[in-house]
T-cell receptor
């Protein structure tokens, strides 16, 4: 069974631009969560989707948004990029909200 | 607000040693606890998942225990090898609440950086 895939793997953007990251969960998994990882803050929860509905959201500004499609694939969008948005963005999938989470390889975003 | 702490922050040991990584959490209302490893620049690999009703889980040379009442979990690695060198993270998932606002969210510790030298 294929694991969680994330595209692109690396991205370089300039301040003020917007970016869209994509995540394809493990087949059959309906829950997708997003996390931001930085050296200073560690891993922080962004949001979680289940069956196309956002079930939970972390403490991030409204510039961070996401969605989930009927095939469970998910995208997250960051608008008006800031230097502090440079991070590794990780996507995780699970069968539902309480089962084991499996992580993708991440998207490394650099904002210059 | 759930807080997760991992001790030590870094650990360097010679190959072959048995070692223990510690994880503590402040809110015992958890659904489960998961241990991960992360290699530099990579995603997280799930190692063990312990449900709140369980006391321990084993996989190969790894054994994780959970004491929910005291808010502690330990990851025991037997006969460590250089390939075990990585950052080890523990994360807790809250028990779903009546409002449904706790779904999906894992709270992570800062991790323990493990180096096993030959």
């Amino acid at each position: 069974k294929a694991g969680v895939t994330q595209t692109p793997r690396y991205l370089i953007k300039t301040r003020g631009q917007q970016v869209t990251l994509s995540c394809s969960p493990i087949s059959g998994h309906r829950s997708v969560s997003w996390y931001q990882q930085t050296p200073g803050q560690g891993l922080q929860f962004l949001f979680e989707y289940f069956s196309e509905t956002q079930r939970n959201k972390g403490n991030f500004p409204g510039r961070f948004s996401g969605r989930q499609f009927s095939n469970s694939r998910s995208e997250m969008n960051v608008s008006t990029l800031e230097l502090g948005d440079s991070a590794l963005y990780l996507c995780a999938s699970s069968l539902n909200e309480v089962y084991e989470q499996y992580f993708g390889p991440g998207t490394r975003l650099t904002v210059t | 607000k759930q807080e997760v702490t991992q001790i030590p922050a870094a650990l360097s040991v010679p190959e072959g040693e048995n070692l223990v990584l510690n994880c503590s959490f402040t809110d015992s209302a958890i659904y489960n606890l998961q241990w991960f490893r992360q290699d530099p620049g990579k995603g997280l690999t799930s190692l063990l998942l312990i449900q709140s009703s369980q006391r321990e889980q084993t996989s190969g040379r790894l054994n994780a225990s959970l004491d929910k009442s005291s808010g502690r979990s330990t990851l025991y690695i037997a006969a460590s090898q250089p390939g075990d060198s990585a950052t080890y993270l523990c994360a807790v998932r809250p028990r779903p609440n009546a409002g449904g606002t706790s779904y999906g969210k894992l709270t992570f510790g800062q991790g323990t950086i493990l180096t096993v030298h030959p």
